[in-house]
């Protein structure tokens, strides 16, 4: 579009106090270095006078808008325009709160924000969405249990069609199985009939749920609103076109077989699945002989919280024992339930009935570690257990043992057997065949076409748990379109999976609604932009393709990457990995940061310090520290990023190229606990940093001049000390030399 540009400053929130406006609009825009057709200023600019001056402006043909105030994190509504291209300087809080008033230093800084701000919006374009033809808004749920079923009737309710594949011959998982549920109403003292055979009855009726038994997903290809979706079962096999995914695959109990040292493998040793399926069929009885079991022991943890099984809670085994212990005291009168546990975990109203069975005087909970199960040798068994609350070891004798046995996601056989098969893979062909040949296949639940692999990523160090990015969005996944609930996300409860299930269908309703619109879906998700590599300038190196961490880009037959555009969050990943520069979005390019960092005013006798900052924790963290009025040094530009993975090193040339004294790149932190809204974005830059040396090297630079900090939203208070103290180093190393040419 041609661009009839209009420049506006704020003068409120203490600006007008800190900088001098006529000499900020003289220097940075009215000169000769940067025109504009038109420059303004109000005393309080997000007024409703101050917003119809804009308004008036755009209506005589203004459409590229700068505005200098207060942070783009706030006022979005106020100055939302649409149709212009707008870019918001951050006058308030890094210049007016964090920087003394009225000083040379001050003033320069107030001028380098503003000329960026200019320079972002000449080389930049006001975004158009990418809005795909032929895009289905249908729903694919995986799994017929409680959490499926609940997502199912969620999004059909809410008018969207819905596709369930079920894997076994009938609707319900293991909530059908169950002969009772905790309770669910208060007193909280009675069990419940299973709620499941209800939601079965609805979905099987509903007008917009078609359902799937005995059948699996063959192949998924596409992208979100463009799934083509293969299902097989029954003999025949057929192909739907689908907008997004909910896999509510369940779970499967922990190998018991593995607990040899709780006595599974003597006959009268039960996991806490066998007890449901023999209280729903009458007595609680001893398997070996048939006689009826009075006295019952229950080992909680059986499998979970083990460094050596599952490092996790399974989070309702405590409840289940608990119900299942009024299961033997409701069926004899006379029997005895013992629970041994490490910790009872009954969150919410349960602990309610947690209360109602310590008073039942039949049911005995002791604390301790469980040692061992021994045969007694009449067919009975002992349990044993230290670390007591007593401080003694305990001895007990059984006739029925239960493990409350853990939960394993039905995520975590894939991931498992496709890891095994890289594995080998690395080893040679044979090592691969081999593993292939002697390795059992287990179901898997998606068979995406993608390159990056067919199932989803899991949870790093959480045993198979599909990789929700936990911290910051539940339910989503780093493949876009393909929310997780219940059980392959996490450990919980029926009520809390119900929970979950729900939260999944909206997410799934968000992003057909959103692809349907050209928009980004989380956490950019009201970005129209999209990548667009000048593909001609491609040279296949397959950089983009292998750290795109949401599987958005495929490669064709010759091995050119293929954007799939409705997969992708904005994120700019491919941007910064690609060694050629040859992918840009119309607001957000290689160019235009370059471009703004040499648009910084370098000063011979003052330095100048570039911090590209993460949109997503540090920049808030720096508004944050602004609100409390923390100083960072006026040396100081900060530039935000859509993520560090966006950063292209060569912006790390350009600035010292030109002269700046000292960079900083602020992500955020990554690892087990990683909280990166891209996932993986920190942790590529800082791959991508330990190039940094070499660049500088090459430079004849001092590698200390340039820094990688992760830092979390909270950390706003030691921030700009971090800051600060990066500064003082870069002065204590000297001037960039490249300042003198």
Known sequence: ?????????????????????????????????????????????????????????????????????????????????????????????????????????????????????????????????????????????????????????????????????????????????LYKETPRQYPFDKLDEPQVFAKIKEVESHHNIKVYKSSIVEKTDGQPGLFDVTISGNGASETIRAGAF???????????????????????????????????KGKIVRPSDGKEAKKVAFIQCAGSRDANHLPYCSSFCCATSLKQAKYVREKSSDSVAMIFYKDIRTPGQTELFYKSMQNDPGVLLTKGDVTGVTDAGNGNLIVEADNTLLGEKVQVEADLVVLAIGVVPATRGPQEYLDGLVEAGKKGDDAKKEFIEGTEKPPFLLNLTYRQGPELPSLEGASGFADSNFICFQYETRRTGIYTA??????????????????????????????????????RAWDTTFPDPMMIKCTSCKRCTEECPFGAIDEDEKGTPSYRINRCRRCGTCMGACPERIVSFKDFSVDIVGSQIKGVDINEDDFRVIVLA????????????????????????????????????????????????????????????????????????????????????????????????????????????????????????????????
Request: hydrophobic share 40%.
């Open 486 to 523: 219940g059980c392959v996300r996490q450990p919980m409860n029926m009520t809390e999976a119900a929970s979950d299930a729900a939260g999944a269908a909206l997410k799934a309703i968000q992003c057909v609604e959103h692809v349907a619109k050209g928009i980004a879906v989380h956490p």
């Open 1 to 177: 579009m041609e661009k009839k540009f209009g420049v506006y400053i704020c003068k409120g929130c203490g600006i007008g106090d800190t900088v001098d406006i006529e000499k900020l609009k003289k220097n940075t825009v009215g000169g000769a270095r940067i025109a504009a057709e038109l420059i303004k200023e109000h005393d309080i600019l997000c007024s409703p006078a101050g917003l119809e001056m804009i308004r008036n402006d755009i209506k005589e043909g203004t459409n590229t808008l700068v505005i200098g105030a207060c942070s783009p994190r706030v006022k979005y509504e106020e100055f939302d325009f649409p149709g212009t291209l707008i870019e918001r300087v951050n006058l308030r809080e890094f210049v007016s709160w964090t920087a003394e008033p009225m000083t040379d230093a001050t003033q320069t800084l107030a001028e380098d924000y503003v000329k960026m701000g200019v320079i972002k919006t000449q080389k930049g374009n006001l975004p158009e969405p990418n809005i795909l033809q032929d895009l289905s808004n249908a729903l694919v749920v995986i799994g017929g249990g409680i959490t499926g079923l609940t997502a199912a009737l969620e999004a059909a309710n809410a008018g969207y069609q819905v596709t369930i594949v079920e894997k076994e011959a009938e609707l319900g998982g293991w909530a059908a199985k």
């Open 246 to 280: 909910i896999v509510a695959a369940g779970w499967k109990p922990y190998d018991a077989s593995k607990l040899t040292h709780l006595g599974y493998g003597n006959p009268n040793v039960i996991t806490s699945v066998d007890m449901e399926e023999m209280a729903k």
């Open 614 to 741: 993460c949109e997503n924790d540090a920049y808030p963290a720096l508004d944050s520290a602004a609100i409390k009025r923390i100083k960072i040094s006026p040396s100081v530009r900060i530039i935000p990023v859509r993520c560090l993975g966006s950063t292209n090193l060569v912006w790390v040339t350009d600035a010292f190229s030109t002269g700046i004294d000292g960079m900083i790149l602020l992500g955020c932190k990554y690892g087990e606990n990683y909280q990166c809204h891209f996932v993986k974005g920190s942790e590529l830059a800082n791959y991508r940093f330990s190039k940094v040396k070499e660049t500088l090297d090459k430079l004849q630079l001092e590698s200390d001049r340039c820094q990688l900090m992760q830092v979390s939203i909270s950390d706003y208070d030691k921030l700009p000390e971090m800051i600060n103290d990066f500064v003082a180093r870069v002065e204590e190393i000297g001037p960039n030399p490249f300042k003198e040419f």
